[in-house]
T-cell receptor, first 113, second 110 residues
Framework: DGGITQSPKYLFRKEGQNVTLSCEQNLNHDAMYWYRQDPGQGLRLIYYSQIVNDFQKGDIAEGYSVSREKKESFPLTVTSAQKNPTAFYLC????????????FGPGTRLTVL | DQQVKQNSPSLSVQEGRISILNCDYT??????FLWYKKYPAEGPTFLIS?????DKNEDGRFTVFLNKSAKHLSLHIVPSQPGDSAVYFC?????????FGTGTSLTVIP
């Protein structure tokens, strides 16, 4: 089955700790994205990557970092510099060329205690 | 500044009736629009899309209408079913990014 997996589903961390959220896709998509969802604010773009070893900041990149060493994987690190990290994080991917819909993973709920 | 706006945070509809969800956008250059459905604690799933060369696209119970002069699109669900209860996001694919609205929570009352 092709799709996007995110792990874990729920994650708890103490304030001041860095944490890395996993995102893997087997859709052979070139582009991958990280969004954050907060109540009443829709989906806000954190980072995106169009190709391996290249990525760009989205609207709310401060306090986050990413890597894209493999086409299938786009992990997101929430650093201690992120002021309000508790949120629902969504990973997505899309094919290249023309117009395409985004496919989303199931999300990771991060709670910082 | 919000590029895509959904001004109704919530909508309630009786089962069997029509649900109409609305979305406004700011940039007349946008030319590909999408609707997503999202259940709590899950990722959004793609519903239907439309390009600016069309003004209507239909898929089963779901129809999307695009009014380019008003920079407005709407999603019609007919007939509405209780399983349609979810948050609906409109989105725009422009360049390398997707821009999402804030969502409308639809409740279909049995």
């Amino acid at each position: 089955d092709g799709g996007i997996t995110q792990s874990p589903k729920y994650l708890f961390r103490k304030e001041g700790q860095n944490v890395t959220l996993s995102c893997e896709q087997n859709l052979n998509h070139d582009a991958m994205y990280w969004y954050r969802q907060d109540p009443g604010q829709g989906l806000r773009l954190i980072y995106y990557s169009q190709i391996v070893n290249d990525f760009q900041k989205g609207d709310i990149a401060e306090g986050y970092s990413v890597s894209r060493e493999k086409k299938e994987s786009f992990p997101l690190t929430v650093t201690s510099a992120q002021k309000n990290p508790t949120a629902f994080y969504l990973c997505a991917s899309t094919g290249q060329g023309g117009y395409n819909e985004q496919f989303f993973g199931p999300g990771t709920r991060l709670t910082v205690l | 500044d919000q590029q895509v706006k959904q001004n109704s945070p919530s909508l309630s509809v009786q089962e069997g009736r029509i649900s109409i969800l609305n979305c406004d956008y700011t940039n007349s250059m946008f030319d590909y629009f999408l609707w997503y459905k999202k259940y709590p604690a899950e990722g959004p799933t793609f519903l239907i899309s439309i390009s600016s060369i069309k003004d209507k696209n239909e898929d089963g119970r779901f129809t999307v209408f695009l009014n380019k002069s008003a920079k407005h699109l709407s999603l019609h669900i007919v007939p509405s079913q209780p399983g349609d209860s979810a948050v609906y996001f409109c989105a725009v694919h422009f360049g390398n990014q997707f821009y999402f609205g804030t969502g409308t929570s639809l409740t279909v009352i049995p």
